[in-house]
């Protein structure tokens, strides 16, 4: 049978309410040395605090909830990392919750924290549009009830957190790549109802047009790898990525998962990266780098930014400011100029 707050004040020969102040963490407490009686008593039975009566008489429960996507995703993955270290020695503990990029189910998500009695929330991932207003309406409710909220990617309106420039940072790559030679693109972007893949394939279109240039083919998908496999597969099917008058296509992709299900279809078909055809993901995620070729990408610094928006939740003013992230391109072996086609 477990052990009861009952048989620890038994025990310690205590009121039920002096042995609740006790480990429940109340403001108020008996005396140093009722206190440590009642200590000495659970520890003897092994009897464990109960969460939500602790949360009752702090009034906090000592939570962070985290929002994500996809927590297979190591975009998603290095972001938690990130939040997880940065409350280490906060006395709160990172909760989690993934979404599956279901509709509605952020809002589900805020909702099961808002019932734990969370003292804060981190949300991060592109967004569906159609849920912002919605979202925006129990945020307020949350924060009006003593709530702390940050947000990662596109924060909304009034919101504090760590906002990624997504558009100018695909910019910087598309201009890279064209400073290295490349006049051919195809762009595979995720859904473009997502926030995130509009603002990249808005950023990478911007940057060929001050060129004179556009995208020979523009397909969208999911925002996946599997996305990512299946729009390489039809980009395959039309022929229009073989080379002309010595020129590659480069495939630009709006992250890295869906850029390596790209590199897994070309290397079904027999493709050669970067002989037949460049690739370029975006995000950087860990060990993108030791795929083989190493894969052309824009740099965000994940765990950073997971770190910069959990401490924002712990800073003790309302006014902390919004920070911005522009990603760094970074060229590898997918995007090599000098690569010869594959015999």
């Given at each position: 049978?477990?052990?009861?707050?009952?048989?620890?004040?038994?025990?310690?020969?205590?009121?039920?309410?002096?042995?609740?102040r006790?480990?429940?963490g109340?403001?108020?407490?008996?005396?140093?040395?009722?206190?440590?009686?009642?200590?000495?008593?659970?520890?003897?039975?092994?009897?464990?605090?109960?969460?939500q009566?602790?949360?009752?008489a702090?009034?906090?429960?000592?939570?962070?909830?985290?929002?994500v996507?996809?927590i297979?995703?190591?975009y998603?993955a290095?972001?938690?990392r990130?939040?997880?270290?940065?409350?280490?020695?906060s006395?709160?503990?990172?909760?989690?919750?993934?979404t599956?990029?279901?509709?509605?189910?952020?809002?589900?998500?805020?909702?099961?924290?808002?019932?734990?009695?969370?003292?804060a929330?981190?949300l991060s991932?592109?967004?569906?549009?159609?849920?912002?207003?919605?979202?925006?309406?129990l945020?307020?409710?949350y924060?009006?009830?003593?709530?702390?909220?940050?947000?990662i990617g596109?924060?909304?309106?009034?919101?504090?957190?760590v906002?990624?420039?997504?558009?100018?940072?695909?910019?910087?790559l598309?201009?890279?790549?064209?400073?290295r030679?490349?006049?051919r693109?195809?762009?595979?972007?995720?859904?473009?109802?997502?926030s995130?893949?509009?603002?990249?394939?808005?950023?990478i279109?911007?940057a060929?047009?001050?060129?004179?240039?556009?995208?020979?083919?523009?397909?969208?998908?999911?925002?996946?790898?599997?996305?990512?496999?299946?729009?390489?597969?039809?980009l395959?099917?039309?022929g229009?990525?073989r080379?002309?008058d010595?020129?590659?296509?480069?495939?630009?992709?709006?992250?890295?998962?869906?850029?390596?299900?790209?590199?897994?279809?070309l290397?079904?078909a027999g493709?050669?990266?970067?002989?037949?055809?460049?690739?370029?993901?975006?995000?950087?995620?860990?060990t993108?780098?030791?795929q083989?070729?190493?894969?052309?990408?824009?740099?965000l610094?994940?765990e950073?930014?997971g770190?910069?928006?959990?401490?924002?939740?712990?800073?003790?003013?309302?006014d902390?400011?919004?920070?911005?992230?522009?990603?760094q391109?970074?060229l590898?072996?997918?995007?090599?100029?000098?690569?010869?086609?594959?015999?």
């Amino acid at each position: 049978m477990a052990v009861r707050l009952a048989d620890v004040a038994a025990e310690a020969g205590v009121s039920l309410a002096t042995a609740s102040r006790v480990l429940n963490g109340s403001s108020r407490r008996p005396k140093p040395e009722i206190s440590e009686r009642v200590k000495l008593a659970a520890e003897r039975l092994g009897y464990f605090p109960n969460a939500q009566a602790q949360a009752l008489a702090r009034a906090s429960a000592g939570l962070v909830g985290l929002v994500v996507h996809d927590i297979a995703d190591p975009y998603f993955a290095s972001i938690a990392r990130g939040a997880q270290r940065a409350l280490v020695g906060s006395g709160k503990q990172l909760m989690l919750a993934s979404t599956e990029r279901a509709s509605g189910a952020e809002i589900e998500a805020v909702q099961a924290f808002m019932s734990y009695r969370t003292d804060a929330i981190l949300l991060s991932g592109s967004r569906g549009y159609e849920d912002d207003d919605a979202l925006a309406a129990l945020l307020q409710t949350y924060r009006a009830n003593g709530g702390r909220v940050a947000m990662i990617g596109q924060p909304l309106p009034d919101t504090h957190g760590v906002e990624i420039d997504n558009f100018g940072s695909a910019g910087a790559l598309a201009r890279e790549l064209m400073e290295r030679g490349f006049t051919r693109f195809a762009l595979l972007s995720g859904e473009l109802r997502l926030s995130t893949s509009q603002q990249r394939a808005e950023g990478i279109i911007a940057a060929l047009a001050e060129h004179g240039l556009q995208p020979e083919v523009a397909l969208e998908g999911a925002f996946t790898r599997e996305g990512g496999r299946t729009l390489m597969r039809q980009l395959l099917e039309t022929g229009d990525w073989r080379a002309r008058d010595g020129q590659r296509l480069c495939v630009l992709c709006a992250n890295d998962v869906m850029a390596l299900g790209a590199l897994a279809a070309l290397r079904e078909a027999g493709v050669s990266v970067p002989g037949d055809i460049a690739l370029a993901g975006f995000d950087d995620i860990p060990t993108l780098e030791d795929q083989y070729p190493s894969v052309t990408t824009v740099r965000l610094p994940l765990e950073d930014i997971g770190h910069m928006g959990a401490r924002m939740l712990l800073s003790a003013g309302e006014d902390t400011p919004r920070s911005v992230v522009l990603g760094q391109p970074v060229l590898r072996d997918s995007t090599r100029v000098s690569a010869a086609p594959m015999t």
